[in-house]
């Protein structure tokens, strides 16, 4: 089945850093999807993505379509304390079809 | 607007038992999917309801099933709960007849078998 891989497992910045996470896989996807959890609550979309190619920012996030259609990347600016939580990539084919999650990375930021 | 709201939040029950999971999705959003969330798988997905019809189904047992309900209310079941059973529970809803992967989800309900 479609799998999304996402590493490494847990990551740990700076406050201040930029941090990039990386998202492949071995299927074409034809929407690319960022979703942040924090502690005790459900995944809330960050940004998502149509177009191979796509370059899309909202606030200190950019995420980015790859051209092949099978990878996506996110990148934090400045990292804040707040950005602490678990970051999910995930794709979909198309209609009719489910989402896939990748398994996540965990963000931690040191002030 | 109200959320996507799920109950019960917290719950243990012991193996060879059932579960029944209830969400109720924002107000308008036809289309509800379930997960399930472990440390080590991530998000699996479950099944989504769509208009009272199961859409599409991921790969779980038969004991895990679902439906949805004229109001969009969805349930989930599990039947003979097993200890790898405990998990994160989390459901999830879609404004759009034609589910792109913008979901709004739930808090969970964390189940725990013992």
């Known amino acids: 089945g479609q799998q999304l891989n996402q590493s490494p497992q847990s990551m740990f910045i700076q406050e201040g850093e930029d941090v990039s996470m990386n998202c492949t896989s071995s299927?074409?996807?034809?929407?690319w999807l960022w979703y942040k959890q924090d502690p005790g609550e459900g995944p809330v979309l960050l940004i998502a993505l149509y177009k191979a190619g796509e370059l899309t920012s909202n606030g200190r996030l950019t995420a980015q379509f790859g051209i092949t259609r099978k990878d996506s990347f996110l990148n934090i600016s400045a990292s804040i304390p707040s950005d602490v939580g678990i970051y999910f990539c995930a794709g979909h084919a198309g209609a009719n079809s489910k989402l896939t999650f990748g398994k996540g990375i965990t963000l931690s930021v040191r002030p | 607007k109200a959320g996507v709201t799920q109950t019960p939040r917290y719950l243990i029950k012991t193996r060879g038992q059932q579960v029944t999971l209830s969400c109720s999705p924002i107000s308008g959003h036809r289309s509800v999917s379930w997960y399930q969330q472990t440390p080590g798988q991530g998000l699996q997905f479950l099944f989504e309801?769509?208009?009272?019809?199961?859409?599409n189904k991921g790969n779980f047992p038969g004991r895990f099933s679902g439906r949805q309900f004229s109001n969009s209310r969805s349930e989930m079941n599990v039947s003979t709960l097993e200890l790898g059973d405990s998990a994160l529970y989390l459901c999830?809803?879609?404004?759009?007849?034609?589910?792109?992967?913008?979901?709004?989800f739930g808090e969970g309900s964390r189940l725990t078998v013992l």
């Open positions: 309801y769509f208009s009272e019809t199961q859409r």
């Open positions: 999830a809803s879609s404004l759009v007849a034609e589910n792109t992967g913008e979901l709004f």
């Open positions: 299927s074409i996807f034809n929407t």
